[in-house]
């Protein structure tokens, strides 16, 4: 079973600082990777999506990916309150027909 | 622009009856994908869809549960005679076509399906 981890959380950084998320994949064979922000209650909104290795800068996000360690992260600068949220991550599958999705980290920016 | 449309947006059934699901993709998309959300659960895909053509059912369960993509009008999720471990959020998410894997993927509002 190919799957996506991801530390649950909670994540608390102060207003203004950098917050740092995780996410390991088991499949090597996984070519593209994303980010995904879920409020709560809401639905999943794309933030960030990588297929090279190394960084993908967009405004405040940075993405990395590294392949050889299956490991992909995101980056938030200058944190606001307004990215308190679940950040999921989630992998393509290898035969390009799916999202496999981790659990999710609540990321809480305190004011 | 519209974004990907789903509805309805919650939907109450009793034991043994039918619910049905719909969702729109985006203007200029072609592939259609429906996930399952369970409370404190992470997203679970169900299926892949392009028009007339079921790609990847994999993450569908094997009974009660159907999906469609029509040449004409929208994805239809069907499930029969639901049970109260089918209360979950559907969501319907639609991508660009591409030459190859996956492209990024556009979620609807979803459906928050309640079984009594």
């Known amino acids: 079973q190919k799957e996506v981890e991801q530390n649950s959380g909670p994540l608390s950084v102060p207003e203004g600082a950098i917050a740092s998320l995780n996410c390991t994949y088991s499949?090597?064979?996984?070519?593209?990777f994303f980010w995904y922000r879920q409020y709560s209650g809401k639905s999943p909104e794309l933030i960030m999506f990588i297929y090279s290795n190394g960084d993908k800068e967009d405004g405040r996000f940075t993405a990395q990916l590294n392949k050889a360690s299956q490991y992909v992260s995101l980056l938030i600068r200058d944190s606001q309150p307004s990215d308190s949220a679940t950040y999921l991550c989630?992998?393509?599958?290898?035969?390009?027909?799916?999202?496999?999705f981790g659990k999710g980290t609540t990321l809480s920016v305190s004011s | 622009n519209a974004g990907v449309m789903q509805n309805p947006r919650h939907l109450v059934r009793r034991r043994g009856q039918e619910a049905r699901l719909r969702c729109s993709p985006m203007?200029?998309?072609?592939?259609v994908y429906w996930y399952r959300q369970l409370p404190e659960e992470g997203l679970k895909f169900m299926v892949y869809?392009?028009?007339?053509?079921?790609?990847?059912e994999s993450g569908m369960p094997k009974e009660r549960f159907s999906a469609e993509f029509p040449k004409e009008g929208p994805s239809i999720l069907r499930i029969q005679q639901v049970v109260r471990g089918d209360s979950a959020a559907y969501f319907c998410?639609?991508?660009?076509?591409?030459?190859?894997?996956?492209?990024?993927?556009?979620f609807g509002p979803g459906t928050r399906l309640t079984v009594l």
């Open positions: 203007k200029g998309h072609s592939h």
């Open positions: 998410a639609s991508s660009p076509p591409g030459a190859g894997g996956i492209n990024e993927q556009f």
């Open positions: 499949d090597r064979g996984s070519q593209s």
């Open positions: 989630a992998v393509g599958n290898q035969a390009g027909t799916a999202l496999i």
């Open positions: 869809l392009q028009k007339e053509n079921i790609i990847d």
